[in-house]
C-alpha cells in the first residue's frame, strides 16, 4: 500500500491555461475525494466519487473545473481558463469508510 | 450553509501542559466528527474520530461530543513539541444527493513551546 499519490507536486501556469491533476487513489478505496485549500482555512469540498460514478459536486465547482474517475480508479480534475483566484492546493482524498480519509501530498497550483 | 467552527489560535501551551481544542457545528443531524492534524506543508492526517456524545480516548488524545450542544474538542494530554500543528475539526454533511463527505473547519494552531 502505497498510499494516495498525487501528480503533479507542483504546477505554474499563465492565467487562461487549461490545467489537469491526477489522483491514484489506496486500491482497496471506494471513494474518492478532491478538495481545495488555500492558506489559513480548511480544505473546500470540491466534489466526491464512489467507485466510477461522481454523487457530489460543490456550488465551489464551476464550469470551469470537471472530474472523472474512469474505471473507478484514478481520477483527474481539469481547470479549464485558469484564474488566479484558483491558486491553491488541491487535494485529493481516498476512503473505504465515510470520514476516515487518507490525503494525498496535494497538487499546489500557482497561476500567474 | 452548514458551519464548523473552530478558533484560529494560535493556542500556545507549555510542554507537558493539557491542550484544548474546541469546534462547534451547525448541522444538528450531523452524526460523526473528526479531528485531523495538519502539519506545516503537509496534508492533513487522521487522528481521531467519534460518534456516540461522550469521550473517547486514545493514548494522549481525547476527543469529546456534545450533541445537543453540537460541540466537539479534543484534549491533548502531555503535550509535546512535535504536536506543534493545525488541528482541523471535520463533520460528515449529507450533501444533495446520496452522498456524504466531510465538512472542514478553518483549524486551530497549536504551538507548545519547551
Known amino acids: 500500500d502505497t498510499g494516495v499519490s498525487q501528480d503533479p507536486r507542483h504546477k505554474i501556469t499563465k492565467r487562461g491555461q487549461n490545467v489537469t491533476f491526477r489522483c491514484d487513489p489506496i486500491?482497496?478505496?471506494?471513494?474518492l475525494y478532491w478538495y481545495r485549500q488555500t492558506l489559513g482555512q480548511g480544505p473546500e469540498f470540491l466534489t466526491y466519487?464512489?467507485?466510477?460514478?461522481?454523487?457530489?459536486k460543490s456550488r465551489l465547482l464551476s464550469d470551469r473545473f470537471s472530474a472523472e474517475r474512469p474505471k473507478g480508479s484514478f481520477s483527474t480534475l481539469e481547470i479549464q481558463r485558469t484564474e488566479q483566484g484558483d491558486s491553491a492546493m488541491y487535494l485529493c482524498?481516498?476512503?473505504?469508510?465515510?470520514?476516515?480519509?487518507?490525503f494525498g501530498s496535494g497538487t499546489r497550483l500557482t497561476v500567474v | 450553509q452548514k458551519e464548523v467552527e473552530q478558533n484560529s489560535g494560535p493556542l500556545s501551551v507549555p510542554e507537558g501542559a493539557i491542550a484544548s481544542l474546541n469546534c462547534t457545528y451547525s448541522d444538528r443531524g450531523s452524526q460523526s466528527f473528526f479531528w485531523y492534524r495538519q502539519y506545516s506543508g503537509k496534508s492533513p492526517e487522521l487522528i481521531m474520530f467519534?460518534?456516540?456524545?461522550g469521550d473517547k480516548e486514545d493514548g494522549r488524545f481525547t476527543a469529546q461530543l456534545n450533541k445537543a450542544s453540537q460541540y466537539v474538542s479534543l484534549l491533548i494530554r502531555d503535550s509535546q513539541p512535535s504536536d506543534s500543528a493545525t488541528y482541523l475539526c471535520a463533520v460528515n454533511n449529507r450533501y444533495s444527493n446520496s452522498g456524504y463527505a466531510l465538512n472542514f473547519g478553518k483549524g486551530t494552531s497549536l504551538l507548545v513551546t519547551p
Open positions: 482524498a481516498s476512503s473505504s469508510d465515510m470520514g476516515r480519509y487518507t
Open positions: 466519487f464512489q467507485n466510477e460514478a461522481q454523487l457530489e
Open positions: 486500491s482497496e478505496h471506494n471513494r
Open positions: 467519534i460518534y456516540s456524545n
